[in-house]
């Protein structure tokens, strides 16, 4: 037996398992002392500590592992609501994130302050476990742009019919599964109810991988009711999930022990709020503001052109507080010079010819734009209201009527005089939409007429819109201030449904 237990010894050794820690001699305590004297005598391990005010480090060994009964020890002190069982694949895990992705480790303790204080605060609010802020690491690395090859976006890495299922909304212009406060909302929405849909947080954050429906065929197959049972008919995907869960949340509490620090922590940017209604060019708005567009991009992840269209509906443009003194004081300025749509075709078509260096004439591409526009740009428009009725059908909520409709729920109970949120099937309702009115008829009759005398090819008239992901015909048809009956007709749709990448004509 003594032999057996030297050669396991000489072993540990070579493989560096044997991993007494030692003390970095130019590292700054992080840590309290308390802290630290605990884990050594949880482990057995003398705390130097006493000595030298400094955290100890685990040392890295020509191949570096940590030792079992380290992680099982720490698991157990970090663990709360949700367990954090060890397992061998939380073990490998753990040892990835330090040696193999420390670089990104380290970026995930930077962002930390960036994201965290929303989640807690969002978390508590639905009552949830405020470890979960840790789940947000796995699924998008803290990018709130993140794109997965599924397009799953955001920090929460929707899918596009879940994002719109919890309420986020996307179109051209806005994708709200990048909006970190809605879509940790949407996040914290559909946590809870996978919780309670499986009563155990282990499945519940499989369930948020997979689906529920996976997780649910990998209890019948296996017979299994908690996650490790059912581990070995999962897909490998969501195998990994969990563990890289339990190992990211040990690196944000035990990372600096493992010598990775936060060097250049990120803060969130103090930032007002300014309201939107109709076209804005923000590249314009940035520069006539000071604004850095980068800077605004970054308050503003949710912004997915530099444009927003003229029905937008107060939208709420979140800027750096230091500028906004500056933007109230000279807002007629700024929002004049960023809000017509054409100036930059009027100043196209003021120098649109040019000269080459052989003399030969040139015409600026931006004045064909301006010849295309010259009608439009001579007539005014004004928004109405226009009030419509809405017949409620079955399983219809106000929340996604008001999807339905692009307005707000606090509008449609002000207009039908409802104080609470219950409608039935059947109930008529009465809808307010904002529509456009051409002033000044007669400029366009003449135009017209003009048009009439020349020959013209028969689609002269006809423009088209590529559907992109999340368009639908009720959009499309706000867009071009079309009825969507003359969209379906002119493009021979007997349905609603539309697919991304389909070519729309747009009639005039």
Not at 55 to 69: D, H, L, R
Not at 99 to 109: E, G, I, N, P
Request: hydrophobic share 35%; glycine share 6%.
């Amino acid at each position: 037996m003594r032999i057996s237990k030297k050669v396991l010894w000489l072993g540990a050794v070579c493989v560096g398992l044997w991993n007494s820690e030692v003390v970095a001699e130019n590292m700054q305590p992080v840590v309290p002392q308390e802290r630290l004297e605990a884990d050594g005598d949880t482990l057995g391990i003398a705390a130097q500590a006493d000595e030298i005010d400094l955290p100890e480090v685990e040392e890295i060994g020509v191949n570096p592992a940590v030792p079992e009964q380290l992680l099982r020890a720490r698991f157990a002190k970090l663990e709360k609501s949700i367990p954090l069982t060890y397992h061998k694949s939380s073990h490998e895990f753990v040892e990835y994130f330090i040696y193999r992705k420390a670089k990104f480790t380290k970026t995930m303790m930077e962002k930390m302050p960036l994201y965290f204080p929303l989640f807690e605060k969002t978390l508590q609010k639905h009552g949830l476990p405020t470890e979960l802020k840790y789940l947000s690491m796995i699924e998008s690395g803290l990018d709130p742009r993140a794109i997965s090859r599924a397009r799953a976006g955001g920090l929460w890495q929707f899918m596009p019919a879940t994002g719109r299922e919890f309420g986020l909304h996307q179109d051209t212009y806005i994708d709200e599964r990048f909006e970190p406060v809605k879509a940790t909302e949407a996040a914290c929405t559909y946590l809870k109810q996978l919780y309670n849909i499986f009563g155990d947080w282990e499945l519940a954050l499989a369930s948020y991988n997979t689906g529920p429906g996976n997780v649910k065929r990998a209890m019948r197959r296996s017979h299994g009711t908690t996650f490790w049972t059912i581990y070995n008919v999962l897909p490998k995907e969501t195998r990994s999930y969990v563990p890289q869960y339990v190992a990211m949340n040990y690196m944000m509490n035990y990372g600096n022990y493992h010598g990775i620090y936060a060097e250049n922590p990120e803060y969130i940017v103090p930032n007002d709020t300014i309201h939107i209604n109709g076209y804005i060019n923000l590249v314009t708005f940035c520069e006539t503001s000071g604004i850095a567009l980068e800077e605004l991009e970054k308050l503003n992840p949710h912004l997915t052109k530099k444009t927003l269209p003229d029905q937008t509906r107060n939208f709420v443009l979140r800027v750096p507080s230091v500028k906004y003194t500056y933007l109230v004081s000279n807002r007629n300025v700024i929002m004049d010079s960023c809000t017509k749509r054409f100036s930059s075709v009027m100043l196209a078509r003021m120098d649109s010819t040019q000269r080459d260096s052989l003399g030969n004439s040139v015409v600026n591409s931006l004045a064909s734009v301006a010849e295309e526009e010259e009608v439009a740009d001579r007539i005014e428009t004004k928004i109405v209201s226009k009030k419509s009725s809405y017949i409620v059908r079955k399983g219809e909520t106000l929340s996604s009527i008001s999807r339905k409709m692009n307005v707000e729920i606090s509008d449609l109970k002000k207009w039908n005089h409802l104080r609470k949120s219950n409608i039935a099937k059947g109930q008529k309702l009465i809808v307010y939409k904002n529509v456009k009115r051409v002033v000044g008829q007669e400029v366009r009759v003449a135009s017209t007429r003009t048009e009439k005398e020349k020959p013209q090819n028969k689609h002269s008239k006809h423009r088209y819109h590529t559907v992109q992901h999340g368009d639908t015909l009720w959009t499309i048809s706000q867009r071009y201030g079309l009825p969507v009956n003359n969209l379906k007709k002119a493009n021979k749709i007997r349905g609603n449904d539309i697919k991304p990448g389909q070519k729309l004509i747009i009639t005039s």
